[in-house]
Protein backbone atom coordinates (compact mmCIF):
# COMPACT_ATOMS: atom_id res chain seq x y z
CA UNK A 1 0.00 0.00 0.00
CA UNK A 2 1.51 3.35 -0.70
CA UNK A 3 2.02 6.35 1.63
CA UNK A 4 0.98 9.33 1.66
CA UNK A 5 3.23 12.38 2.39
CA UNK A 6 1.95 15.60 3.72
CA UNK A 7 3.61 18.79 5.67
CA UNK A 8 1.09 18.43 8.47
CA UNK A 9 -2.75 17.17 8.40
CA UNK A 10 -4.41 20.09 6.79
CA UNK A 11 -2.29 19.50 4.01
CA UNK A 12 -2.89 15.53 3.77
CA UNK A 13 -6.57 16.06 4.15
CA UNK A 14 -6.35 18.77 1.00
CA UNK A 15 -4.28 16.27 -0.62
CA UNK A 16 -7.36 13.39 0.06
CA UNK A 17 -9.86 15.63 -1.36
CA UNK A 18 -7.55 16.26 -3.90
CA UNK A 19 -7.74 12.48 -4.92
CA UNK A 20 -11.17 11.83 -5.12
CA UNK A 21 -10.86 9.88 -1.21
CA UNK A 22 -13.20 11.20 0.69
CA UNK A 23 -17.15 11.11 1.11
CA UNK A 24 -16.58 15.38 0.46
CA UNK A 25 -16.55 15.84 4.48
CA UNK A 26 -13.34 16.07 6.25
CA UNK A 27 -12.20 12.81 6.77
CA UNK A 28 -9.65 11.59 9.87
CA UNK A 29 -5.99 11.77 8.49
CA UNK A 30 -5.32 7.57 8.45
CA UNK A 31 -1.50 8.31 9.77
CA UNK A 32 0.65 4.94 10.22
CA UNK A 33 -0.02 4.42 13.91
CA UNK A 34 -3.69 4.82 13.29
CA UNK A 35 -4.35 2.24 11.11
CA UNK A 36 -1.95 -0.14 13.03
CA UNK A 37 -4.43 0.55 16.01
CA UNK A 38 -7.44 -0.20 13.70
CA UNK A 39 -5.84 -3.76 12.04
CA UNK A 40 -4.69 -4.62 15.88
CA UNK A 41 -9.18 -4.55 16.70
CA UNK A 42 -9.00 -7.28 13.91
CA UNK A 43 -6.31 -9.38 15.26
CA UNK A 44 -5.55 -10.39 11.34
CA UNK A 45 -2.91 -10.19 9.35
CA UNK A 46 -3.52 -6.57 7.54
CA UNK A 47 -3.14 -8.34 3.93
CA UNK A 48 -5.86 -10.76 4.42
CA UNK A 49 -8.42 -10.73 1.81
CA UNK A 50 -11.78 -10.45 2.52
CA UNK A 51 -12.53 -10.71 -1.30
CA UNK A 52 -12.70 -8.75 -4.36
CA UNK A 53 -14.88 -5.85 -4.53
CA UNK A 54 -16.70 -4.00 -7.81
CA UNK A 55 -16.76 -2.52 -9.77
CA UNK A 56 -13.17 -1.52 -9.81
CA UNK A 57 -12.59 -5.53 -8.55
CA UNK A 58 -9.62 -4.73 -6.23
CA UNK A 59 -9.24 -7.22 -3.53
CA UNK A 60 -10.23 -6.24 -0.11
CA UNK A 61 -7.43 -6.26 2.78
CA UNK A 62 -7.81 -5.68 6.39
CA UNK A 63 -5.39 -2.97 6.03
CA UNK A 64 -7.34 -1.03 3.21
CA UNK A 65 -10.20 -1.55 5.25
CA UNK A 66 -8.75 -0.16 8.30
CA UNK A 67 -7.83 3.10 6.47
CA UNK A 68 -11.06 3.69 5.51
CA UNK A 69 -12.41 2.91 8.73
CA UNK A 70 -9.80 5.02 10.69
CA UNK A 71 -10.57 8.07 7.76
CA UNK A 72 -15.03 7.55 8.85
CA UNK A 73 -14.17 8.41 12.30
CA UNK A 74 -14.55 4.94 14.13
CA UNK A 75 -13.29 3.18 17.55
CA UNK A 76 -11.20 0.37 17.26
CA UNK A 77 -13.95 -1.39 18.72
CA UNK A 78 -16.18 -0.64 15.25
CA UNK A 79 -13.79 -2.25 13.20
CA UNK A 80 -15.16 -6.25 13.48
CA UNK A 81 -18.47 -4.43 12.71
CA UNK A 82 -17.24 -3.06 9.47
CA UNK A 83 -15.35 -6.30 8.36
CA UNK A 84 -18.64 -7.98 8.75
CA UNK A 85 -20.38 -5.41 7.00
CA UNK A 86 -18.27 -6.09 4.35
CA UNK A 87 -18.07 -9.52 4.02
CA UNK A 88 -21.55 -9.36 4.05
CA UNK A 89 -22.11 -7.14 0.79
CA UNK A 90 -18.88 -9.01 -0.96
CA UNK A 91 -20.77 -12.30 -0.63
CA UNK A 92 -21.68 -13.12 -4.30
CA UNK A 93 -25.55 -12.97 -3.02
CA UNK A 94 -25.05 -9.11 -2.51
CA UNK A 95 -24.41 -8.07 -6.17
CA UNK A 96 -21.81 -5.24 -5.52
CA UNK A 97 -20.48 -4.56 -8.54
CA UNK A 98 -24.04 -4.06 -9.98
CA UNK A 99 -25.50 -2.43 -6.93
CA UNK A 100 -22.83 -0.03 -6.92
CA UNK A 101 -22.90 0.87 -10.66
CA UNK A 102 -26.64 1.09 -10.91
CA UNK A 103 -28.86 4.21 -11.75
CA UNK A 104 -30.99 3.30 -8.68
CA UNK A 105 -30.14 4.68 -5.43
CA UNK A 106 -29.51 1.77 -3.38
CA UNK A 107 -27.33 1.36 -0.27
CA UNK A 108 -26.56 -0.70 2.20
CA UNK A 109 -28.87 -0.32 5.34
CA UNK A 110 -26.59 -1.61 8.24
CA UNK A 111 -27.96 -3.45 11.11
CA UNK A 112 -26.39 -4.29 14.04
CA UNK A 113 -27.55 -6.55 16.54
CA UNK A 114 -26.45 -8.65 19.71
CA UNK A 115 -24.18 -7.29 22.55
CA UNK A 116 -21.53 -5.29 20.66
CA UNK A 117 -24.49 -3.08 18.98
CA UNK A 118 -25.18 -2.64 23.35
CA UNK A 119 -21.20 -1.85 24.02
CA UNK A 120 -20.49 0.04 20.65
CA UNK A 121 -23.38 2.77 21.41
CA UNK A 122 -25.19 2.14 18.19
CA UNK A 123 -28.30 3.95 18.38
CA UNK A 124 -31.69 2.72 17.97
CA UNK A 125 -34.17 5.29 18.71
CA UNK A 126 -35.09 8.46 18.26
CA UNK A 127 -32.80 10.18 15.39
CA UNK A 128 -30.96 6.37 14.49
CA UNK A 129 -30.65 7.16 11.03
CA UNK A 130 -30.30 10.80 11.55
CA UNK A 131 -26.69 12.96 13.36
CA UNK A 132 -25.49 12.82 16.64
CA UNK A 133 -24.69 9.27 16.85
CA UNK A 134 -21.41 8.61 16.59
CA UNK A 135 -21.13 5.08 15.96
CA UNK A 136 -24.04 4.74 13.79
CA UNK A 137 -22.65 7.61 11.48
CA UNK A 138 -19.08 6.30 11.41
CA UNK A 139 -19.63 2.25 11.36
CA UNK A 140 -21.97 3.21 7.85
CA UNK A 141 -19.63 6.27 6.66
CA UNK A 142 -16.36 3.46 6.65
CA UNK A 143 -18.65 0.72 4.91
CA UNK A 144 -19.05 4.52 2.28
CA UNK A 145 -15.75 4.90 2.38
CA UNK A 146 -14.55 1.47 1.40
CA UNK A 147 -17.25 1.17 -1.31
CA UNK A 148 -15.36 4.05 -2.68
CA UNK A 149 -12.30 4.07 -2.40
CA UNK A 150 -11.83 0.04 -2.36
CA UNK A 151 -14.44 -0.65 -4.97
CA UNK A 152 -14.51 2.47 -7.08
CA UNK A 153 -17.59 3.89 -6.99
CA UNK A 154 -16.99 6.91 -7.68
CA UNK A 155 -20.36 9.01 -8.42
CA UNK A 156 -21.08 10.11 -11.89
CA UNK A 157 -18.02 7.55 -13.57
CA UNK A 158 -18.66 3.98 -11.73
CA UNK A 159 -21.78 4.88 -9.34
CA UNK A 160 -24.14 6.08 -11.73
CA UNK A 161 -27.14 6.56 -9.04
CA UNK A 162 -28.66 9.29 -10.48
CA UNK A 163 -29.73 11.26 -7.72
CA UNK A 164 -28.70 9.20 -4.92
CA UNK A 165 -29.61 10.22 -1.14
CA UNK A 166 -28.05 11.61 2.14
CA UNK A 167 -28.17 7.29 3.42
CA UNK A 168 -25.12 7.12 0.98
CA UNK A 169 -23.09 8.95 3.39
CA UNK A 170 -23.84 6.33 6.56
CA UNK A 171 -26.95 4.43 6.84
CA UNK A 172 -26.33 2.08 10.22
CA UNK A 173 -28.59 1.50 13.35
CA UNK A 174 -29.61 -1.34 16.08
CA UNK A 175 -32.81 -2.22 17.15
CA UNK A 176 -34.33 -0.87 20.12
CA UNK A 177 -34.67 -4.35 21.57
CA UNK A 178 -36.01 -3.16 24.43
CA UNK A 179 -38.95 -1.81 23.23
CA UNK A 180 -39.75 -4.25 20.93
CA UNK A 181 -42.37 -6.80 21.20
CA UNK A 182 -40.04 -9.37 19.47
CA UNK A 183 -36.99 -11.26 18.95
CA UNK A 184 -34.12 -8.98 17.02
CA UNK A 185 -34.07 -9.87 13.58
CA UNK A 186 -30.83 -11.68 13.64
CA UNK A 187 -32.85 -14.11 16.34
CA UNK A 188 -35.42 -14.73 14.06
CA UNK A 189 -32.65 -15.52 11.10
CA UNK A 190 -31.64 -18.16 13.64
CA UNK A 191 -28.58 -16.62 15.21
CA UNK A 192 -28.25 -16.70 19.29
CA UNK A 193 -29.14 -13.86 21.18
CA UNK A 194 -25.56 -13.43 22.24
CA UNK A 195 -24.10 -13.84 18.80
CA UNK A 196 -23.30 -10.27 17.21
CA UNK A 197 -24.83 -10.22 13.40
CA UNK A 198 -25.05 -7.47 10.92
CA UNK A 199 -28.00 -7.16 8.78
CA UNK A 200 -27.38 -5.98 5.59
CA UNK A 201 -30.00 -5.13 2.37
CA UNK A 202 -29.53 -2.79 0.08
CA UNK A 203 -32.02 0.25 0.47
CA UNK A 204 -34.05 3.44 -0.50
CA UNK A 205 -33.90 6.50 1.65
CA UNK A 206 -36.48 5.40 4.15
CA UNK A 207 -40.37 6.63 3.05
CA UNK A 208 -42.24 8.25 6.56
CA UNK A 209 -45.55 5.92 7.30
CA UNK A 210 -48.13 8.18 9.25
CA UNK A 211 -50.17 6.02 11.71
CA UNK A 212 -52.41 7.21 14.69
CA UNK A 213 -53.63 4.11 16.87
CA UNK A 214 -57.25 3.98 18.14
CA UNK A 215 -57.77 1.68 21.51
CA UNK A 216 -61.28 2.31 20.61
CA UNK A 217 -60.92 1.07 17.47
CA UNK A 218 -60.42 -2.96 16.69
CA UNK A 219 -59.28 -2.46 13.14
CA UNK A 220 -56.84 -0.08 14.55
CA UNK A 221 -53.93 -2.82 13.91
CA UNK A 222 -55.00 -3.82 10.57
CA UNK A 223 -55.13 -0.05 9.54
CA UNK A 224 -51.39 -0.07 10.78
CA UNK A 225 -50.68 -2.88 8.76
CA UNK A 226 -52.66 -1.76 5.54
CA UNK A 227 -50.71 1.94 5.84
CA UNK A 228 -47.60 0.18 6.22
CA UNK A 229 -48.38 -2.37 2.84
CA UNK A 230 -49.25 0.66 0.64
CA UNK A 231 -46.09 2.08 1.38
CA UNK A 232 -44.31 -0.82 0.39
CA UNK A 233 -46.56 -1.55 -2.37
CA UNK A 234 -45.75 2.23 -3.38
CA UNK A 235 -46.31 2.30 -7.79
CA UNK A 236 -43.06 4.61 -7.86
CA UNK A 237 -40.79 1.93 -6.46
CA UNK A 238 -39.07 -1.24 -8.11
CA UNK A 239 -39.93 -3.58 -6.17
CA UNK A 240 -43.33 -2.40 -7.10
CA UNK A 241 -43.15 -3.14 -11.04
CA UNK A 242 -40.56 -5.82 -10.51
CA UNK A 243 -42.23 -7.70 -7.95
CA UNK A 244 -39.15 -8.66 -6.58
CA UNK A 245 -36.70 -7.70 -3.95
CA UNK A 246 -36.55 -7.16 -0.53
CA UNK A 247 -37.80 -4.32 1.69
CA UNK A 248 -37.07 -3.43 5.20
CA UNK A 249 -39.86 -2.02 7.53
CA UNK A 250 -38.66 0.42 11.02
CA UNK A 251 -41.89 0.31 12.97
CA UNK A 252 -41.48 2.41 15.49
CA UNK A 253 -42.27 1.43 19.06
CA UNK A 254 -45.36 2.79 19.62
CA UNK A 255 -46.52 0.90 15.97
CA UNK A 256 -45.04 -2.29 16.93
CA UNK A 257 -46.66 -2.44 20.37
CA UNK A 258 -50.13 -1.78 18.69
CA UNK A 259 -49.54 -5.38 16.55
CA UNK A 260 -48.19 -6.86 19.44
CA UNK A 261 -50.49 -6.09 21.61
CA UNK A 262 -53.17 -7.33 19.35
CA UNK A 263 -50.94 -10.95 19.31
CA UNK A 264 -48.75 -10.61 16.19
CA UNK A 265 -45.61 -12.43 15.79
CA UNK A 266 -42.92 -11.29 13.87
CA UNK A 267 -43.52 -13.55 11.48
CA UNK A 268 -47.18 -12.83 11.90
CA UNK A 269 -46.73 -9.04 10.54
CA UNK A 270 -44.15 -10.06 7.60
CA UNK A 271 -47.07 -12.22 6.26
CA UNK A 272 -49.40 -9.86 6.54
CA UNK A 273 -47.42 -7.12 4.89
CA UNK A 274 -46.61 -9.71 2.27
CA UNK A 275 -50.41 -10.43 1.66
CA UNK A 276 -51.65 -6.85 1.92
CA UNK A 277 -48.83 -5.32 -0.52
CA UNK A 278 -50.27 -5.95 -3.42
CA UNK A 279 -51.26 -3.42 -7.15
CA UNK A 280 -53.71 -4.13 -9.82
CA UNK A 281 -51.92 -4.66 -12.81
CA UNK A 282 -53.80 -2.19 -14.86
CA UNK A 283 -52.94 0.11 -12.11
CA UNK A 284 -49.28 -0.78 -12.69
CA UNK A 285 -50.28 -0.82 -16.93
CA UNK A 286 -51.29 2.54 -16.47
CA UNK A 287 -48.22 3.87 -14.96
CA UNK A 288 -45.30 1.76 -16.26
CA UNK A 289 -46.96 -0.25 -19.05
CA UNK A 290 -42.97 -1.54 -20.31
CA UNK A 291 -43.15 -2.80 -16.89
CA UNK A 292 -46.53 -4.06 -15.52
CA UNK A 293 -46.41 -7.45 -18.01
CA UNK A 294 -48.88 -9.47 -19.88
CA UNK A 295 -52.32 -10.25 -18.01
CA UNK A 296 -55.68 -9.64 -16.62
CA UNK A 297 -55.89 -6.43 -15.49
CA UNK A 298 -57.31 -7.30 -12.46
CA UNK A 299 -54.61 -9.12 -11.75
CA UNK A 300 -53.51 -8.37 -7.70
CA UNK A 301 -49.98 -8.72 -8.02
CA UNK A 302 -47.67 -9.14 -4.62
CA UNK A 303 -45.00 -6.43 -4.37
CA UNK A 304 -42.62 -8.99 -2.38
CA UNK A 305 -41.44 -13.09 -3.54
CA UNK A 306 -42.24 -14.01 -0.02
CA UNK A 307 -43.03 -12.88 3.70
CA UNK A 308 -39.57 -13.48 4.43
CA UNK A 309 -38.61 -10.56 2.15
CA UNK A 310 -39.34 -8.11 4.51
CA UNK A 311 -37.11 -7.05 6.83
CA UNK A 312 -39.26 -6.30 10.10
CA UNK A 313 -36.99 -3.69 12.62
CA UNK A 314 -38.33 -2.00 15.69
CA UNK A 315 -36.36 1.11 15.81
CA UNK A 316 -36.86 5.01 16.12
CA UNK A 317 -38.78 6.77 18.61
CA UNK A 318 -42.10 6.45 19.54
CA UNK A 319 -44.91 8.55 17.69
CA UNK A 320 -46.63 8.73 14.87
CA UNK A 321 -44.53 7.55 11.97
CA UNK A 322 -42.71 4.61 10.88
CA UNK A 323 -40.70 4.00 7.81
CA UNK A 324 -40.30 1.55 4.65
CA UNK A 325 -37.47 1.15 2.76
CA UNK A 326 -38.19 0.03 -0.84
CA UNK A 327 -34.99 -1.25 -2.57
CA UNK A 328 -33.25 -1.65 -6.11
CA UNK A 329 -34.79 -5.53 -6.17
CA UNK A 330 -31.95 -5.88 -9.59
CA UNK A 331 -28.98 -8.50 -9.88
CA UNK A 332 -29.00 -11.51 -10.10
CA UNK A 333 -30.04 -12.20 -7.16
CA UNK A 334 -32.78 -9.99 -6.34
CA UNK A 335 -31.42 -7.52 -3.74
CA UNK A 336 -31.84 -9.76 -0.83
CA UNK A 337 -31.51 -9.39 2.96
CA UNK A 338 -28.22 -10.87 4.40
CA UNK A 339 -27.30 -11.37 7.66
CA UNK A 340 -23.31 -12.01 8.96
CA UNK A 341 -21.99 -13.14 12.05
CA UNK A 342 -19.23 -10.37 13.66
CA UNK A 343 -16.18 -12.11 14.16
CA UNK A 344 -14.89 -11.23 18.17
CA UNK A 345 -14.05 -14.46 19.52
CA UNK A 346 -10.13 -13.68 18.56
CA UNK A 347 -11.09 -9.92 19.49
CA UNK A 348 -8.34 -8.60 21.90
CA UNK A 349 -8.63 -5.20 24.04
CA UNK A 350 -6.63 -2.17 22.10
CA UNK A 351 -4.23 -1.23 24.56
CA UNK A 352 -4.33 2.76 25.49
CA UNK A 353 -1.41 4.98 24.78
CA UNK A 354 -0.53 7.05 27.48
CA UNK B 1 -20.87 -3.76 -20.51
CA UNK B 2 -20.96 -6.63 -18.26
CA UNK B 3 -23.21 -8.30 -20.63
CA UNK B 4 -20.72 -8.53 -23.67
CA UNK B 5 -18.04 -9.05 -21.03
CA UNK B 6 -19.76 -12.32 -20.15
CA UNK B 7 -20.22 -13.21 -23.92
CA UNK B 8 -16.57 -12.05 -24.34
CA UNK B 9 -15.49 -14.93 -21.86
CA UNK B 10 -17.06 -17.59 -23.75
CA UNK B 11 -15.16 -16.74 -26.90
CA UNK B 12 -17.82 -14.66 -28.48
CA UNK B 13 -17.50 -11.80 -30.55
CA UNK B 14 -19.06 -8.80 -29.39
CA UNK B 15 -19.59 -5.20 -29.02
CA UNK B 16 -20.71 -3.42 -26.40
CA UNK B 17 -23.10 -0.47 -27.12
CA UNK B 18 -22.94 2.25 -24.28
CA UNK B 19 -24.73 5.21 -23.79
CA UNK B 20 -22.59 8.85 -23.73
CA UNK B 21 -23.20 9.28 -19.97
CA UNK B 22 -21.85 5.82 -19.77
CA UNK B 23 -18.80 5.76 -21.56
CA UNK B 24 -16.25 6.77 -18.60
CA UNK B 25 -18.27 3.46 -16.57
CA UNK B 26 -18.11 1.68 -19.39
CA UNK B 27 -14.18 1.94 -19.59
CA UNK B 28 -13.55 1.29 -15.58
CA UNK B 29 -15.85 -2.19 -15.67
CA UNK B 30 -13.42 -2.83 -19.18
CA UNK B 31 -10.54 -2.41 -17.27
CA UNK B 32 -11.60 -3.83 -13.96
CA UNK B 33 -12.63 -7.12 -15.76
CA UNK B 34 -9.13 -6.96 -17.05
CA UNK B 35 -10.83 -6.68 -20.86
CA UNK B 36 -9.79 -2.74 -21.66
CA UNK B 37 -10.14 -2.81 -25.60
CA UNK B 38 -13.24 -4.84 -25.78
CA UNK B 39 -14.86 -3.30 -28.85
CA UNK B 40 -18.19 -0.77 -27.82
CA UNK B 41 -20.34 1.57 -29.75
CA UNK B 42 -20.90 4.86 -28.23
CA UNK B 43 -24.79 6.02 -28.55
CA UNK B 44 -26.71 9.04 -28.06
CA UNK B 45 -28.43 9.28 -24.62
CA UNK B 46 -31.22 8.21 -23.81
CA UNK B 47 -32.27 5.14 -26.48
CA UNK B 48 -34.68 3.79 -23.77
CA UNK B 49 -38.05 5.81 -24.35
CA UNK B 50 -37.27 7.37 -27.03
CA UNK B 51 -39.92 6.03 -29.22
CA UNK B 52 -40.28 2.81 -31.45
CA UNK B 53 -39.42 4.95 -34.70
CA UNK B 54 -36.16 6.36 -33.47
CA UNK B 55 -35.02 3.05 -31.64
CA UNK B 56 -35.76 1.39 -35.46
CA UNK B 57 -33.68 4.97 -36.83
CA UNK B 58 -30.72 4.38 -34.48
CA UNK B 59 -31.29 0.60 -35.06
CA UNK B 60 -30.82 1.11 -39.03
CA UNK B 61 -27.69 3.10 -38.66
CA UNK B 62 -25.82 1.52 -36.40
CA UNK B 63 -26.33 -2.25 -36.96
CA UNK B 64 -23.79 -1.97 -40.22
CA UNK B 65 -21.12 -0.43 -37.79
CA UNK B 66 -21.86 -3.31 -35.14
CA UNK B 67 -21.57 -5.89 -38.17
CA UNK B 68 -18.06 -4.19 -39.95
CA UNK B 69 -17.15 -4.11 -35.86
CA UNK B 70 -17.81 -7.82 -35.25
CA UNK B 71 -15.88 -8.79 -38.58
CA UNK B 72 -13.01 -6.70 -37.66
CA UNK B 73 -13.46 -4.41 -40.50
CA UNK B 74 -13.88 -1.45 -38.88
CA UNK B 75 -12.70 0.20 -35.51
CA UNK B 76 -14.66 0.27 -32.70
CA UNK B 77 -15.19 4.13 -30.90
CA UNK B 78 -13.12 2.89 -27.68
CA UNK B 79 -9.81 2.03 -30.26
CA UNK B 80 -10.69 4.92 -32.56
CA UNK B 81 -10.12 7.19 -29.48
CA UNK B 82 -6.89 5.10 -28.06
Known amino acids: ?354 | MRDGIELARRDRAVVALVTEPFWPQGDLIALSNGMPDIPRLRLPHPVAGSGAEAMARLATELAPRIVAVLRGEADADNAAAA
Request: net charge negative.
Open chain 1, 1 to 354: MSTLTARDEADALTQLHAMGCTDGLPVVIPTPERVDRMVLAAVADPTTSLGVMGPLGAVTTIEQVAVNTVMAGCDPDHFPIVVATLQALLRPEYDLSEAQSTTHSTTPLVVVSGPLATACGIAGGFGALGPGHRANASIGRAVRLCLMNIGGAKPGVSDMALLGHPGKFTMCLTEDVDASPWEPCSVAAGFDPLDSVVTVVGVEAPHSVVFVDDADDPDSPQRLLRVVARAIANPGSNNAFFRTGSVAVALNPEHAAVLGKAGFGRADVQRELHRLATNRRGDLHALNPAFAGRGDPDDELATLPSPDHVLLLVAGGGGLYSSVFPSWSAGAHANPILHQRIDIDQACAIPVRS
